[in-house]
């Protein structure tokens, strides 16, 4: 089993920046695709962002394309979403997750694709 920990969230204004942070455990970090997804209150899990486990081939969700910023440090364990010109519709729980099981250095956008998850971090955007 995996531990994974966001951190880094938090109340901006519109325009503002935040960086995230996301910490996964064991030896096997640099073979995980990481991926970060949102969730707004009564809405479905949203796709964000992910990156490969070796090569750091990343993609992102269209609706943070050009503003938001995944990258990742297999020597830190770290993955961290660099989010820029945040808008309110920004606002949700985002969370990290480790797809620990899949093909070495791909790139997963689904859900079900991802084994293990952190509790997320909140990220409120304000008008």
């Known amino acids: 089993q995996v531990q994974v920990v966001e951190s880094g969230g938090g109340l901006v204004q519109a325009g503002g920046s935040l960086r995230l942070s996301c910490w996964a455990s064991?030896?096997?970090?640099?073979?995980?695709?990481m991926g970060w997804f949102r969730q707004a209150p009564g809405k479905e899990r949203e796709f964000v962002a992910a990156?490969?486990?070796?090569?750091?081939?990343?993609y992102y969700g269209d609706s943070v394309k050009g503003r938001f910023t995944i990258s990742r440090d297999n020597a830190e364990n770290t993955v961290y979403l660099q989010m820029n010109s945040l808008k309110p519709e920004d606002t949700a729980v985002y969370y990290c997750?480790?797809?620990?099981?899949?093909?070495?250095?791909?790139?997963?956008?689904?859900?079900?694709?991802?084994?293990?998850w952190g509790l997320g971090t909140q990220v409120t955007v304000s008008s």
């Open positions: 064991g030896p096997s970090f640099d073979t995980y695709a």
């Open positions: 997750a480790a797809d620990a099981y899949g093909e070495i250095d791909a790139v997963e956008t689904r859900r079900a694709a991802y084994d293990y």
């Open positions: 990156i490969s486990s070796r090569s750091g081939r990343t």
